[in-house]
């Protein structure tokens, strides 16, 4: 069954830092990936898509994802925090080419200290 | 504003009521889905139409819950008898039928059962 994991939960930097969000993803197949992210009281954003068009996908925002399949993974990287990037962020894979269904991973908090 | 809108926002019933929520999805796009997120949670899939057609419903949704999109338009999801487990918030996104770029999400409606 394709699945995603965030690998962390909970990650706090500090302003002008850059971030690293870790997720990965079991798929018997090439799969769409996308990136999420959830301010609090708003609706869900995109903020990237892989496709398999390139392996180095740019989002919003200053916002980056690099697919890698040798190790399943696709984590979402900003070379520079902002206090705006607050927020949950989530992983999410499209299970199969023949259907719409989006599958979440657990979100990870990012929290961006002054 | 052309993005996806949901009504009401936030819904309060007593257990054993019937709710009835709304999703107007942007208007170009085909596809329509229903997801449902509990309080530290990534969404969960529902269901999803292509137009008027139901193509995919998970086993999540009970016999309680039912969906329609009578014209391919709006859509609606009834919860009958409702619990206190479906305490949660309600997803709705919209896509094209290519699922390029994104779903597309509302702002949700929270439901609370009393």
């Known amino acids: 069954a394709q699945s995603v994991t965030q690998l962390d939960s909970h990650v706090s930097v500090s302003e002008g830092t850059p971030v690293l969000l870790r997720c990965n993803y079991s798929?018997?197949?090439?799969?769409?990936l996308f990136w999420y992210v959830q301010h609090p009281n708003k609706g869900l954003q995109l903020l990237l898509k892989?496709?398999?068009?390139?392996?180095l996908v740019k989002g919003i925002n200053g916002f980056e994802a690099e697919f890698k399949k040798s190790e399943t993974s696709f984590h979402l990287t900003k070379p520079s925090a902002h206090m705006s990037d607050a927020a949950e962020y989530f992983c999410?894979?499209?299970?199969?080419?023949?259907?719409?269904?989006?599958?979440f991973g657990q979100g990870t908090t990012l929290q961006v200290k002054p | 504003d052309t993005g996806v809108s949901q009504d009401p926002r936030h819904k309060i019933t007593k257990r054993g009521q019937n709710v009835t929520f709304r999703c107007d999805p942007i208007s170009e796009h085909n596809r329509l889905y229903w997801y449902r997120q509990t309080l530290g949670q990534g969404p969960e899939f529902l269901t999803y139409f292509q137009n008027e057609a139901q193509l995919e419903k998970s086993r999540l949704l009970s016999d309680r819950f039912s969906a329609e999109r009578p014209k391919g338009s709006f859509s609606t999801l009834e919860i009958q008898r409702t619990e206190q487990g479906d305490s949660a918030m309600y997803l709705c996104?919209?896509?094209?039928?290519?699922?390029?770029?994104?779903?597309?999400f509302g702002p949700g409606t929270r439901l609370t059962v009393t």
């Open positions: 798929s018997s197949y090439s799969p769409s």
């Open positions: 892989y496709t398999s068009a390139a392996t």
């Open positions: 996104a919209s896509s094209f039928v290519s699922g390029i770029p994104g779903q597309y």
């Open positions: 999410v894979v499209n299970p199969a080419s023949n259907t719409g269904k989006l599958i």
